[in-house]
């Protein structure tokens, strides 16, 4: 329609959640609309969005630690993980009345950053951004594969679409994996 977003609209900030998102998502859309792009995670278990946010420094997620304590472990074993250290976020509510969660597996994957300090001033411990859910990993030829990385591929092509479909199928006994 001959909108450019960046040139013809003042939006200048946007807070995004719901699904997971590369670096390479948010620096497109950041471009296309000339705008400071926020992260926002949580889910309905647990308050909805705004679990964790992102700062104006965006190098990972603050959580409300006051209201959520969060632990992350190994998917396969619920082993816990060392910080820095990927696996699947656990979350229990502090403060939620009626309807808390106690170590409530969110199946998404992402870890928790060791810092406990950020430029932003604030304290609140950081975690990585959402890099996918347990289940979205698909494993071809033995080697795990998750979508996020084929999307951070895509997205460095300024000229492809931000919709793929990734199609993994047998052939003679051997993994075929195709994007398109
Ligand atoms: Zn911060």
Redesign the pocket.
Known sequence: MGVDPARDTLVRKGVFGSEMWTAEMKKRIAETWDMDVYDIYGFTELCGPGAAND???H??L?LWEDHFYVEVIDPKTGEPVEPEEKGELVFTTLTKEAAPVIRYRSRDMSFLMDADS?????THR?LGYITGRVDDMIKVSGVAVWPSAVEAVLLKHGELGSEYQIVVWREKGLDRLKDR
């Open positions: 700062c104006y420094v190098d990972g603050h950020c430029d932003c001033g604030r950081k």
